[in-house]
């Protein structure tokens, strides 16, 4: 058997060349597309990007493989929207996505309500982080403002000795003088 996995399909002598031992059957694009679930632009997609196994049927047509497994898995899932509808199954249903809303609400919700809780934890530490470096640079102005007091203190005392020894100067020399 002659076939492609994408791009160009290969044309084969016999459209019913199928081996027993291939556990599928070989669909035209329309048909393919829907068994599958998926429209028919998205299927030629794949078969241009090889994702899809392909080739040409004798008239020319694209013919693409479909797996029995998915066939069997695929009917009722994949039915059309006003068919799910009609018999109230699949996720298309009035009920359905009612649920299904309710069902992202909730999980958004949980998700904000998480992230908000982390949030909080940050803030917090970073709060408890800010309060000590806080207290760190409190004793540091302390510490600088005792050092600016005592260094007020040692001008005052270097100024105060000054003019001892100039009074002292000025005694000696009344005194050296008599």
Known sequence: ?????????????????????????????????????????????????????????????????????????????????????EQGKGAQGPKDIASIREGLQDSLLASYESRIADLKASHEREIITLREQMAWMREDLIEARKQAEDNAEMKALRERHRELLDLTKVLVGRVGSK
């Open 1 to 85: 058997m002659s076939e492609s996995y994408g791009g160009k399909p290969e044309i084969l002598p016999n459209d019913t060349d199928q081996r027993p031992d291939d556990q599928g059957v070989w669909l035209n694009v329309p048909e393919a597309a829907e068994k599958l679930g998926i429209t028919e632009n998205a299927l030629r997609v794949r078969i241009h990007r090889n994702k899809a196994r392909s080739r040409k049927s004798n008239d020319g047509s694209v013919l693409t493989w479909v797996p029995y497994e998915i066939l069997e898995t695929n009917t009722e899932a994949h039915k059309g929207p006003s068919e799910a509808f």
